[in-house]
């Protein structure tokens, strides 16, 4: 066993292939193709993926190599995205990860995309580290849970959606407004100089620490519709406005529940993972929170909020040092729980 493993990565859980080389905790390269093809239908086209993760995924494995400035041979272990995800994309990355493995007889280790969100917090970038056990809010295009860390291995989901994930209600909301796919990052772009009180939406009630957004959405839709039935630039003349709007309806919702979470397990250690930690208005509200309700919050670093394979590679680190091994006969499970 290698005490500073060297572990070749592959992410293809969505419409991102990704492959990551990492020296024990640090990222030695870190590469992602981003498959834009699906703007233009306004979401993730199943069947587009996976056929795009087909021609991505050699140049993008030897690219990482490459930059990594590692041979081949050097590689100790592949890890890859089990699941959960979409069926055809996982495919890819699980058939190539099983190939490599046997060619170059090594090890296979098999990650949890969901936990790898949340072990990103543990690559070796000088970015702070959070103590066990701690909170993370992880919040993405497909899924919206409170996750109680015990250890690097060791999570419970204690709260999750029981509809659309945050990142849906970004993305749907975003669509309404006529903005491309994903619309996330841009209603964060335009909420930057909007009035976060200028419209309000309609509040989801759902019991304990699950989340709801599907009537969320519904209002904001309804509510569009009636200005624009009024004003055809109605968007136009308030999108900034609206974007502010929304991103906050979002935002107060989740931290709403995380402070929820943080009072009822009484641990006040919380860091947030996935797309949607890269939201600016979260993470300063969350900043702001952290002196007035006394928890110490953690964010990972930009490139390691979005889909990416380096966090696949720090998952499969603690793996690798546990010896969690697969073998040959390990399935991509689109559906995956902890
Ligand atoms: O984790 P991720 O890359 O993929 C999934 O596993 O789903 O998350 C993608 C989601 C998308 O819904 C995207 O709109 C959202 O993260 N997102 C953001 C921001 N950046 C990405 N949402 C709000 N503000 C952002 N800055
Ligand atoms: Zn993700």
């Given amino acids: 066993m290698n005490k500073e493993p060297i572990i070749l990565a592959i992410e293809s859980s969505c419409d991102d292939t ?11 390269s870190n590469i992602i193709a981003n498959q834009n093809i699906h703007s233009q239908y306004g979401g993730v086209v199943p069947e587009l993926a996976s056929r795009a993760h087909q021609q991505n995924i050699i140049p993008v494995v030897s690219t990482a190599i490459k930059l990594a400035k590692i041979k081949k041979e050097d590689i100790n272990a592949i890890a890859f995205t089990k699941g959960p995800g979409l069926l055809g994309s996982l495919i890819v990355g699980t058939s190539f990860s099983k190939s490599f493995a046997l060619g170059m007889d090594i090890p296979i ?84 100089r909007g009035n976060i009180f200028a419209f309000k939406f309609g509040v989801p ?75 600016s208005y979260l993470r300063n ?9 006394n928890f110490n919050i953690h964010f990972p670093k ?19 040092i546990n010896k969690n091994f697969s073998d040959q006969r390990v399935v991509p499970s689109a559906r995956l729980s902890f």
Avoid: W
Avoid at 154 to 177: P, Q
């Fill in 18 to 28: 990704g492959a990551a080389v990492l020296r024990e905790k640090k990222v030695l």
């Fill in 109 to 192: 280790i098999s990650v949890n995309h969901m936990q790898a969100h949340i072990l990103a917090h543990f690559i070796d970038d000088n970015s702070s580290i959070p103590n066990f056990p701690f909170l993370c809010l992880t919040v993405s295009g497909g899924h919206t849970q409170i996750v109680k860390v015990k250890s690097h291995l060791d999570m419970e989901i204690i709260g999750t959606t029981i509809d659309d994930a945050a990142g849906e209600a970004f993305d749907k909301s975003a669509k309404i407004l006529g903005l491309p796919y994903p619309g996330g990052p841009l209603i964060d772009k335009n909420a930057q």
């Fill in 205 to 279: 009630k759902v019991k304990g620490l699950d989340f709801s957004f599907s009537g969320l959405k519904t209002s904001i839709l309804y509510k569009i519709q009636k200005h624009v039935n009024d004003n055809p630039n109605f968007i136009k003349e308030n999108l900034e406005d609206l974007c502010a709007s929304i991103q906050y309806s979002i935002v107060d919702i989740l931290i709403n529940k995380l402070l929820m979470a943080k009072n009822q397990t009484g641990i006040n250690e919380i860091a947030i993972a996935g797309g949607v930690s890269a939201n």
């Fill in 285 to 293: 509200s969350l900043n702001l929170l952290s002196q007035k309700h």
């Fill in 302 to 320: 930009f490139e390691y909020c979005t889909d990416n394979a380096a966090m696949i590679g720090i998952a499969g680190y603690f793996k690798y």
